[in-house]
């Protein structure tokens, strides 16, 4: 299998390709939607009342592609639940709208069958990103007040497969 590209790639802020037509039923976006590697926005229990909040915030706008996502949502919940348990809540905030697409061009011996080169470069569907704008909230985090400092550690995790430096805000 192909490794995906590095992220600078997909990093810039830019409209999605959309067919706009007259006919209403005609406006769509080509290709279809990849499958969602994020597995679950909401872990722990939601239905608890905790007396801390604590949330990750961007410091930049930019694209996050889903498995970014998913890697910091995996690593965080890992800490919360070995220490805490059931007894705390997680959500994911953002959604990866955004689909990504490449013209794939294959280079060596053979590769003029395979791609028309930049005739109808169009892309392929390779996955779908989230954009996100200064300041906006990636990660919410609810639990006892007694536990902060392992909020702090759970969504500095998170912080560190982000592609963008974050900021950890504490509400009462």
Known sequence: MARIRKFVAYQRLERPYTRISKYNKKNFVRGGYPHLKITKFEMGDPRAKFDTILTLH???????????????????????EKVLGKNYFIKLLVYPFHVLRENPLAAGAGADRMS?????AFGKVIGSAAQITVGQALFEVRLPAQH???????LRRAATKMPCSCKIKILQ
Do not use: F, P
């Open 116 to 120: 028309t080169g930049m005739q109808k």
């Open 58 to 80: 961007t410091l930049r706008s930019m694209q996050i592609r889903q498995n970014a996502l998913e890697s910091a949502r995996t690593t965080s919940n890992r800490v919360l």
């Open 148 to 154: 902060v400092k392992l909020g702090q550690e759970a």
